[in-house]
């Protein structure tokens, strides 16, 4: 990270390697049918541009698409699905986007935060005491803060 708090040199180089990968792997193997390719691209891409995203999680708009670039290039890599537009081909090889896994590792993250299974020092946000809660117990209050790296925490807010 640098000075003022952003990944963007480290997102820059996440994307350098898995982009790396990626053409390494269309290097060695000539013909690529989709259960290979998504079983290389899970297996040894995936991993690189998800390694630590809790900590890194893109906030800009540019970042984020930097990132799911490598996943549009790789779903073209299969020819049959080549013309297909990007959400028909992620249907067709039954992807999410990287944007939803975001999302959801961030969902999954609060929710085993909430049941007490991350060992942590630091209270990130609390529980609504109030009794005006509809639905369930488990709403949060987000405390007010001062600087903007905090406001960005959790990229969606609560």
């Known amino acids: 990270m640098d000075k ?24 060695i193997f000539r013909y690529l049918d989709s259960g290979t390719l998504l079983l290389l691209y899970k297996a040894i891409v995936r991993p690189i541009l ?8 893109p906030i800009y708009k540019r970042e984020a698409d930097l990132i799911e670039a490598v996943q ?17 081909r992620l249907s067709q090889l039954k992807l999410f986007t990287l944007a939803h896994r975001r999302l959801r590792g961030d969902m999954t993250f609060v929710c085993n935060y909430l049941k ?26 987000k405390p007010r803060v001062e600087t903007s ?10």
Do not use: M
């Open 72 to 88: 549009r290039r790789t779903t073209k890599l299969i020819p049959v699905l080549k013309n297909l537009s990007y959400s028909d």
């Open 149 to 158: 790296l905090r406001q960005r925490f959790l990229r969606n807010g609560l």
């Open 50 to 57: 998800e390694y630590g995203l809790p900590a890194w999680s």
């Open 116 to 141: 007490g299974q991350l060992n942590t020092n630091h209270c990130l946000f609390t529980l609504s005491e109030g009794s005006t809660t509809r639905g369930h117990s488990l709403k949060l209050v």
């Open 4 to 27: 003022d708090f952003h990944f963007k040199e480290h997102n820059s180089t996440v994307v350098n390697k898995a982009n790396n990968t990626l053409g390494i792997i269309r290097r």
